[in-house]
Structures are given as structure tokens and as C-alpha cells.
């Protein structure tokens, strides 16, 4: 649609399959954001090896789709919160996950749905939101490419260790 070829993609919510990370591979994609528990950038692997794919996770928490949809789902998210979260805890708990990664040299990945911040108010959540960031001063607003290609500059693949030296 844009012209430009797609070089990383975030796959829908959900186990993935045997074969993800070999397809990615396979179609030359250079980057992944689909999995969790992580809060670096690393390698995905297939089949015992490490492939070329490198993963960027995310976490449930920076994702607006659970804060915003109304859920009454027998495991409601946030715990015991069938209703859609207030904005100002949303801001809140999104800041001071932003700074505590921040303050940790870790990369913070924020999810976001059309369907769950495009509305007039949660828009100006993220205004707020961003203006925080920004404020820092010293904050990388980054594309999966960016970060991708910045992480392979500085980590050795082998190790998924810093190639170079702090400085």
C-alpha cells in the first residue's frame, strides 16, 4: 500500500506455530515483535539455531487493548476489573513503565490499537503520554527497522551479548 517492502511484523495475540520464525526467516523479514517476556531485543530461533529474525517483545502491560475493551471474560485484565481502566491509571502505570525501562537501558514497546486509543479521549492520553517521553530529552523514537538495525550494531549475534564496549 505505502510502496516500500515490509521488513518486520507483529503477528495477532496467540501461540504462534512451529513454522513462525522459519517463515519470517524464509520471506526475508528482518524483525519480529510478536512474543513476550523479554525486554531486550534477541535472536529467534528455529530448529535449535538462531536465525537472522530479531525479536522485538512486548508486554501485555504496554498494550492499550486490555486497559480499554471492556472485558467480562471469566479472568478479567487488570485482575478483578471487568471495566475499562480510567485513563489516568493507564497514564499513570504507562509512565512509570516508561521511566523504570528508561532508568534500566531497556527497550520499551508500546502496542497499540486503532480500534482501542483511536478515540477522542484516549488520544489525549497518548498526547500526554508522549509529551513525558519526550521531555526526557534523550529518548529514540524508533521503527522495529531503527531498532533492529541498531541492535545488530552493537550485539554480537552469536552471544545476543554488547559487541562494544559502554562508552
Same mark, same amino acid.
Given at each position: 500500500?505505502?510502496?516500500?517492502?515490509?521488513?518486520?511484523l507483529?503477528?495477532?495475540?496467540?501461540?504462534?506455530?512451529?513454522?513462525?520464525?522459519?517463515?519470517?526467516?524464509?520471506?526475508?523479514?528482518?524483525?519480529?515483535?510478536?512474543?513476550?517476556?523479554?525486554?531486550? /531485543?534477541?535472536?529467534?530461533?528455529?530448529?535449535?539455531?538462531?536465525?537472522p529474525?530479531?525479536?522485538?517483545?512486548w508486554?501485555?502491560?504496554?498494550?492499550?487493548?486490555?486497559?480499554?475493551?471492556?472485558?467480562?471474560?471469566?479472568?478479567?485484565? /487488570?485482575?478483578?476489573?471487568?471495566?475499562?481502566?480510567?485513563?489516568?491509571?493507564?497514564?499513570?502505570?504507562w509512565?512509570?513503565s516508561?521511566?523504570?525501562?528508561?532508568?534500566?537501558?531497556?527497550?520499551?514497546?508500546?502496542?497499540?490499537? /486503532?480500534?482501542?486509543?483511536?478515540? /477522542?479521549?484516549?488520544?489525549?492520553?497518548l498526547?500526554?503520554?508522549?509529551?513525558?517521553?519526550?521531555?526526557?530529552g534523550?529518548?529514540?523514537?524508533?521503527?522495529?527497522?531503527?531498532?533492529?538495525?541498531?541492535?545488530?550494531?552493537?550485539?554480537?549475534?552469536g552471544?545476543?551479548?554488547?559487541?562494544?564496549?559502554?562508552?
Amino acid at each position: 500500500m505505502t510502496g516500500a517492502r515490509p521488513t518486520g511484523l507483529r503477528a495477532a495475540p496467540g501461540p504462534m506455530g512451529d513454522g513462525h520464525t522459519a517463515l519470517l526467516d524464509e520471506l526475508g523479514f528482518d524483525w519480529s515483535s510478536s512474543t513476550h517476556g523479554g525486554d531486550r /531485543p534477541h535472536l529467534l530461533w528455529t530448529a535449535g539455531r538462531p536465525t537472522p529474525v530479531v525479536e522485538l517483545p512486548w508486554q501485555w502491560e504496554y498494550a492499550d487493548h486490555p486497559y480499554f475493551l471492556f472485558n467480562g471474560a471469566p479472568v478479567a485484565f /487488570p485482575p478483578a476489573e471487568s471495566r475499562i481502566a480510567a485513563h489516568q491509571d493507564v497514564l499513570n502505570d504507562w509512565q512509570d513503565s516508561f521511566d523504570a525501562y528508561r532508568d534500566y537501558g531497556l527497550c520499551w514497546v508500546l502496542a497499540l490499537n /486503532p480500534q482501542s486509543i483511536g478515540k /477522542p479521549g484516549r488520544a489525549l492520553l497518548l498526547e500526554e503520554l508522549l509529551d513525558h517521553v519526550r521531555a526526557q530529552g534523550d529518548v529514540w523514537f524508533a521503527t522495529g527497522r531503527h531498532v533492529t538495525e541498531r541492535w545488530r550494531r552493537a550485539v554480537d549475534p552469536g552471544t545476543g551479548r554488547r559487541a562494544t564496549p559502554r562508552g
